[in-house]
């Protein structure tokens, strides 16, 4: 058996134009979860006291009114069930505390529902709208403000432990796992590379003490045990029972199929284990219909606010360059579809005559000093509203390319075209992780941020986007 140990990510990942697998959202333990719903509870009666005294609102004479205080009491419980449902007291996206505050808006704005529906509901709690529109604004502020010092604290006292994996198998395939898998730079792989695993298994017996792979993952202490091949039915259960008795999590890893643009389900048919592929959440009708729906109830209220900033910007426009102020660029939509993407003009009409499709950059040349302004803005981007409008994008979505460099990216990363599955986006979870310019070397990376949205797409995720990219936009943060 030979063995081999990396710390960290694989020395072979992030190389140019190639998919370095994003982190998997970090899972929050029972105890931990426990902690943010017994706080979201506490902040939220907090908010309702200080929302009182600000309205001068007696309490009691709200608790006499029949049925307002079950009303309030089943708002506020159903808030803290849609929060539970989104994942807020199981999993995080957050990459630090800052993050922490936007997927608590996120998850606030969704909770302002249960407000609503209270009172379309209700009409006699309209007497009180001033208390419950209070309670919700300061419930807002107050669970964001917790989340961010939890995250801050949770980071400084017990800071995030990483993973120790041991992969077996043939060493050819045990050097191809760790390449695919979703590391971070805590955890740690050992290969447990064996050339006659087979053959091992077999002079076991059944009887898993004998397995040397199984007891040096045991002995240091790893976390995980990945296993490339197949094994005898009359092995896995003792294999089991020992893996679970000394915490040890076992998985296979079939290295024949890949998860491309599908999710997998198991199940038991007869003595078979099949594997089921079926469309990821953001491919099917109801989500398409879902994202259109937001899609205009974003864009619509946007064009209609931004529409005096917009005709300054064209008007600053046509005094830097002339006529025409928009910029029509063909892109890549989704399925391969071509569209034409609008923006506010920033560069001179020939800008590519003589060189053809040349790829952004920071500090570009041929941009004027008002278009510099523009893209340092990201107010160039405005005008892609319409195209939400129209349907060629999304709010929220991988961002477009121009069909010169998606052929190249195609030939560079077998798995590019999946980013057309879905409308491009205004505003993308690559966006809002990595700087708007960035080199043709780093498109492994885009990609990887795209597959991940696609692979985790929820509601909550979009929104969560939307308002860091809002913050962000407002407040000139660099991203």
Not at 111 to 119: M, N, S
Not at 211 to 230: K, R
Request: glycine share 6%; charged share 20%.
């Amino acid at each position: 058996m030979t063995t081999t140990s990396q710390t960290g990510l694989d020395t072979s990942l992030g190389t140019a134009a190639q998919l370095t697998p994003r982190p998997q959202p970090a899972r929050f333990g029972r105890y931990w979860g426990l902690v943010l719903f017994v706080s979201d509870l506490i902040v939220t009666y907090v908010a309702a006291l200080l929302a009182a005294t600000f309205t001068r609102t007696p309490l009691a004479l709200l608790a006499r009114e029949e049925g307002t205080l079950q009303a309030v009491v089943f708002g506020v419980l159903l808030w803290i069930m849609l929060f539970e449902r989104i994942g807020m007291y199981r999993r995080s996206f957050a990459v630090n505390a800052r993050d922490e505050v936007y997927a608590a808006l996120a998850a606030s704005t969704m909770g302002v529902l249960p407000t609503l529906a209270i009172f379309l509901l209700l009409p006699s709690l309209l007497p009180y709208r001033h208390l419950l529109v209070g309670t919700t604004f300061l419930a807002v502020v107050f669970v964001s403000a917790t989340r961010f010092m939890a995250y801050a604290a949770k980071a400084r006292v017990a800071p995030a432990r990483g993973r120790r994996i041991a992969v077996v198998g043939t060493p050819e395939r045990v050097a191809a796992v760790p390449q695919d898998l979703s590391l971070t730079k805590a955890d740690n792989v050992v290969r447990l590379g064996i050339d006659d695993f087979d053959d091992e298994v077999a002079s076991s017996g059944g009887d898993v003490t004998k397995l040397d792979w199984l007891e040096f993952a045991l002995e240091h202490g790893c976390t995980e045990l990945i296993v490339t091949e197949a094994l005898p039915p009359e092995i896995m259960p003792a294999l089991l029972r020992t893996t679970e008795a000394r915490g040890l999590r076992l998985a296979f890893a079939p290295m024949r199929i890949r998860p491309h643009a599908c999710d997998f389900q198991v199940r038991r048919d007869g003595g078979l284990a099949l594997l089921y592929p079926q469309s990821l959440a953001i491919c099917t009708p109801g989500a398409e219909l879902l994202r259109r729906t937001i899609d205009l109830g974003i864009a619509l209220p946007a064009l209609l606010l931004l529409s005096p900033l917009m005709a300054a910007i064209a008007a600053g426009v046509a005094l830097d360059l002339g006529a025409p102020i928009f910029y029509l660029q063909t892109r890549v939509g989704k399925l391969g579809r071509p569209f034409r993407m609008i923006k506010f003009r920033t560069m001179p009409l020939d800008a590519e005559a003589t060189t053809g499709p040349i790829w952004a950059r920071a500090g570009e040349p041929r941009v004027s000093r008002y278009g510099r302004f523009l893209r340092r803005m990201s107010l160039d981007e405005l005008p892609q509203l319409f195209n939400v409008v129209r349907g060629d994008m999304s709010i929220v979505g991988p961002r477009p390319e121009r069909p010169f460099y998606v052929e190249q990216f195609r030939k560079m990363l077998p798995r590019y075209d999946e980013r057309h599955l879905v409308r491009p986006g205004v505003t993308g979870w690559s966006h809002i992780h990595m700087h708007r310019n960035v080199d043709t070397s780093a498109i492994g990376e885009r990609l990887s941020y795209d597959l991940f949205y696609l692979e985790h797409w929820s509601v909550f995720m979009d929104i969560f986007i939307v308002c860091k990219t809002a913050f962000e936009f407002l407040f000139h943060s660099a991203v």
